[in-house]
């Protein structure tokens, strides 16, 4: 009830109003989950591991949530019930899946609407006999008043209409948003923030940073927030086409505007009129092309291939890109004027290795896409898993983190002998020691290892290992793939014929 009136982060107050409950409560693990469209997305929890809250639990997979959500007052489950719980091997302690054990809901109503779920669960099937139900309904409407300061706090903070329509266009476009933005860590953090002040103007944005960190997503998320979210987001990887179609890709063409163009048809720009524009992998495009953005950027006209005719459009612009363009600026390859252009507003995505504990919530969303994907009840991460998942520096970053659960949790799938309610991964199933030898290639640590092996064998197949997964970080474009290796792209076709590839 103090906390009501304090001045608390959203997570802050959640969480303490978890720890409350079980200081109040026999319980061993709680948890308060927010209803956002069919997935019922874990806000705060005490008691469960790490990684529970970057999942996203589709209602509609898990009938213990089904039936919180269809009742009014708490249900308390029975401790042989069939129904399998989501929280299986999640809750801290535990080694095995929760056969017998006690377990309670109920939703929460804001504003006669419900809101999400409070649960608690004890391993003890009695803990619950004794509960004062009617000091537990007290507390559920402490719980609500909690979460209707947070609401409220929200309201006020958008305090003019248009930003208020801004926050109903960015909750509607979320809807539809293939993946959201997790994280907790301070750099996370400082990137969202980032994003709430750029997104609310107009500026061309600049997002950077490596390879696999989410850049899409952190363009996805500008324009979402932003006033055009009502209006097409549209996107272009400049490095998936040929230079000789990237500008009719961009600008359009008329009809017999050049071999195959049998139509008229219009480019990227002026399907996103009105809307928003990505441009992935910028530092690709030609200096051709080049020139001819620029002028769009400039006064908004451009040319479609073949026509005399103007067009004018009204797009705001964000680039993406890997390289540094400055260093591209310098070494003659990227126009100076249009880096000035593109980098009014730029924004560094940081690496998986500098946001802390974020891979664990990462991977929580990971391993629940894969639970379902794989049709099992609990997917889920051992100690030394998540201690080696900490430890391990993430090269490809978030991709490649997407990459490991699903390759680990389906070899581990395909390893067992009987169809398993729960699926454990171990340190030893994420294989990240292999992965790591394969991007330090043979350094003096891995050199024991040569003397078992052939020496040419082993140096080819930390080549092919190489060049397939640098393919794959850039969606199969050899001409990118050769230009992250330093390689000429007729020197890598050969190599990639020599290792068997082509």
């Known amino acids: 009830m103090q906390d009501l009136s304090r001045d608390l982060s959203e997570s802050e107050r959640y969480q303490r109003l978890l720890k409350s409950m079980r200081a109040l409560f026999p319980a061993d693990a709680a948890a308060l ?44 489950f029975a401790s042989d019930s069939d129904l399998p719980d989501p929280y299986d091997g999640l809750v801290q302690g535990m080694t095995g899946g929760l056969e017998v054990h006690d377990c309670l809901g109920c939703p929460l109503l804001v504003g006669g609407r419900t809101w999400g779920l409070l649960t608690l669960d004890a391993l003890d099937p009695q803990s619950f006999d004794e509960l004062d139900m009617s000091s537990f309904e007290a507390f559920l409407s402490l719980a609500a008043a909690t979460v209707n300061v947070v609401e409220r706090i929200a309201v006020l903070a958008r305090s003019s209409d248009e930003e ?66 009502g209006k097409p987001l549209i996107s272009l990887n400049c490095a998936a086409l040929p230079e000789t179609l990237v ?27 009105a809307g928003t524009i990505l441009l992935d992998e910028v530092g690709e495009l030609s200096l051709s092309v080049q020139a001819k ?30 390289r540094n363009l400055a260093q591209e600026v310098r070494e003659g390859r990227f126009r100076a004027d249009l880096y000035h252009r593109l980098s009014v507003y730029p924004l560094i995505v940081p690496p998986l290795r500098e946001r802390d504990r974020d891979v664990l919530l990462l991977a929580g969303y990971f391993l629940e896409e894969n639970r379902s994907r794989l049709g099992l009840s609990s997917l889920r991460l051992a100690a030394d898993a998540q201690a080696a998942l900490l430890q391990y520096r993430w090269p490809g970053n978030v991709r490649e983190l997407e990459h490991v659960i699903g390759r680990s949790a389906l070899k581990a799938r395909a390893r067992s002998r009987e169809v398993q309610r729960i699926l454990t991964l171990s340190a030893a199933d994420l294989a990240l020691s292999e992965i790591q030898f ?65």
């Open 33 to 76: 989950l927010r209803l956002e469209g069919e997935f019922l997305v874990p806000v705060a929890t005490d008691g469960l591991s790490s990684d529970a809250l970057g999942r996203r639990f589709r209602v509609s997979e898990h009938p213990r949530f089904a039936q919180l959500l269809a009742s009014s007052a708490p249900t308390r």
């Open 164 to 229: 208020r329509r801004r926050a109903e266009a960015y909750r509607g476009a979320s809807r539809h948003t293939q993946r959201p933005m997790i994280g907790r860590s301070p750099a996370h953090r400082h990137l969202i923030e980032e994003i709430e002040v750029v997104a609310r103007s107009d500026l061309t944005v600049l997002v950077t940073g490596e390879t696999g960190v989410g850049k899409e997503l952190v363009a996805n998320e500008i324009h979402t927030r932003s006033a055009r979210a």
């Open 247 to 273: 500008e009719s890709e961009l600008f359009g063409h008329v009809r017999g505007a050049f071999s195959g163009a049998l139509t008229e048809r219009r480019g990227k720009f002026e399907l996103a009129d």
């Open 293 to 322: 953005l620029l002028r769009v950027l400039q006064n908004g006209q451009l040319q479609r291939i073949g026509s005399d005719r103007e067009h004018s459009v009204d797009v705001r612009l964000i680039a993406a890109t890997n």
């Open 438 to 502: 394969q991007h330090q290639g043979l350094r003096t640590g891995s050199m024991a290892r040569i003397d078992t092996f052939d020496y040419r064998g082993v140096v080819a197949s930390f080549e092919r290992d190489l060049v397939r997964e640098t393919l794959e970080q850039h969606q199969q474009n050899w001409a990118a793939a050769a230009r992250a290796l330093g390689l000429d792209r007729a020197n890598l076709n050969r190599l990639a014929r020599r290792l068997g590839l082509k």
